[in-house]
């Protein structure tokens, strides 16, 4: 081989070796890059799940006499609170009956009465010997019988009393009324055991929940605390989630999903929550002192496990590697060498290396337009800074022949490898010399 082609070999390799220069890098400028600072303090651990909304009471409304619907009172879907008149059924037939035990029980008293009167008379004559034994007792068991008559016409007024009392039907609870299918005028009876409508508790109101059971020894010691608070919020909510604390915890992990039910109870005057709806519940069993957050994307994935990039005061690039731990929102609990304000890079880690200059573009807010100094009094200083147009073109230009020669030398060193690999050596040197402008 000669020495030019000893020569040309050499500087193909040195070419094919090294590194191209990333444009910033090669304007004198460090890679362009956004940062984050990381945060140390108090973060909650969190437990995300999936919850169905429950009421804590729902009653069937249903009949308790025989009687046709009078009125209806209410319409469906209308909110009722506790003692609210909703359905009267015709009490009639009752109400004289009620009259008619009344006056039965005023008969029976009216007979107690004498019936004790004549015990009382033959105690008398018994003891002045005009009366025999037989009959005093005889007075005893008239007055006793008659006593019971009345305790039981009493009890018979009191029925009936309740019968009429029945017919109207009120809401047990506060809540919200479901469909209600009769009408006024249909016959309801009570060994028919219809539903007329149901009652649902929408205030306060229970979700429903399971978490898997590695979370059993986290709730255990928060329930023998302060409790365990719990957010939920509806896909379609736009409002700040509902706050309610967990209130039962299964006495057994469910073995077929390995996961433990849960159920938390919240106010729900505004009725965000709805029964059966679904609902994503954040769990909160405690608070994490001393925890390491960074923003989620600042953490990357290597070979060797997580890593990340923190930007030193100089601008520069410090690989580091981290365990993450779990992620609260947009953001990464981690555990690593990070202290509380570094920065750490969040866009375009993955263009940086271990040592690279960066740009932080976070550290250069955009100037407001309220801040901005109007044209005219910029154009005299800045026609004063700036070179001459002709010499800025010049070296626009000059920097591009540059470019453009070290492109066609690179292509040239190729060819010449491709042509040297298959074996046209001597062609490959001698091309390879004309086009790059080198003697042979």
């Known amino acids: 081989m000669t ?28 890679i362009p890059v956004t940062t984050d600072a990381v945060t140390v303090g108090q973060v909650p651990v969190e437990v995300l799940a999936n919850g169905i909304v429950a009421s804590e009471s729902v009653i069937t409304i249903r009949t308790r006499v025989d009687g046709q619907i009078e009125r209806i009172l209410v319409q469906e879907g209308q909110m009722v609170t506790r003692g609210q008149p909703m359905i009267v059924l015709d009490s009639r037939l009752n109400r004289a009956l009620y009259a008619q035990q009344e006056a039965q029980l005023l008969r029976d008293k009216a007979l107690a009465t004498r019936t004790e009167a004549d015990q009382v008379r033959y105690r008398s004559l018994r003891g002045e010997s005009f009366a025999s034994q037989q009959r005093f007792e005889q007075a005893q068991a008239d007055a006793a019988a008659a006593a019971a008559v009345v305790k039981a016409d009493e009890a018979l007024l009191e029925q009936t009393r309740l019968a009429i009392e029945f017919a109207t039907i009120t809401a047990e609870i506060d809540g919200r009324l479901g469909a209600i299918p009769l009408r006024a005028g249909n016959f309801v009876r009570q060994a028919e055991n219809t539903a007329i409508t149901t009652l649902t508790q929408m ?23 302060t409790g365990i608070r719990v957010r939920a919020k509806a896909d379609a909510d736009v409002g700040e ?15 077929a999903t390995g996961t433990i039910s849960l159920k938390a109870r919240f106010t729900n005057a505004d009725v965000r929550l709805w029964p059966g709806q679904y609902v994503q519940v954040t769990m909160t069993p ?3 002192d ?27 690039a410090q690989k580091r590697e981290v365990e993450f731990v779990r992620a609260i929102g947009t953001r990464a609990v981690v555990r690593g060498q990070l202290a509380n304000g570094e920065r750490v890079v969040v866009d375009g880690a993955q263009r940086v290396v271990n040592g690279a200059k960066v740009d932080d573009r976070a550290a250069q807010p955009p100037q407001r337009v309220s801040e ?44 010449y490898l491709v042509r040297l690999v298959r074996g046209d050596a001597v062609a490959a040197a001698h091309g390879a010399t004309q086009r790059a402008g080198m003697p042979a």
């Open 3 to 30: 020495r030019a082609k000893m020569w040309m070999f050499g500087l193909t390799l040195a070419l094919l070796a090294a590194p191209a220069a990333p444009p910033a890098l090669a304007q004198g400028r460090g």
């Open 203 to 225: 205030n306060p109101i229970l979700v429903q929940f399971s978490v898997p059971e590695r979370w059993l020894p986290e709730i255990k010691a928060a329930m023998g605390g």
């Open 241 to 255: 989630p509902a706050t309610g604390d967990v209130v039962f915890v299964d006495s057994a992990v469910d073995t």
């Open 286 to 288: 405690r608070i994490e």
């Open 290 to 316: 001393n925890a390491v957050t960074v923003a989620g994307g600042a953490v990357q994935v290597g070979q060797t496990g997580r890593y990340l990039f923190v930007v030193g005061p100089d601008g520069t």
């Open 372 to 415: 901005a100094p109007s044209p005219a009094a910029v154009v005299a200083p800045v026609a004063a800074a700036e070179p001459a147009p002709g010499l800025l073109q010049r070296a626009r230009d000059m920097l591009a022949s540059a470019f453009q020669a070290v492109g066609r030398k690179l292509d040239a060193a190729r060819t």
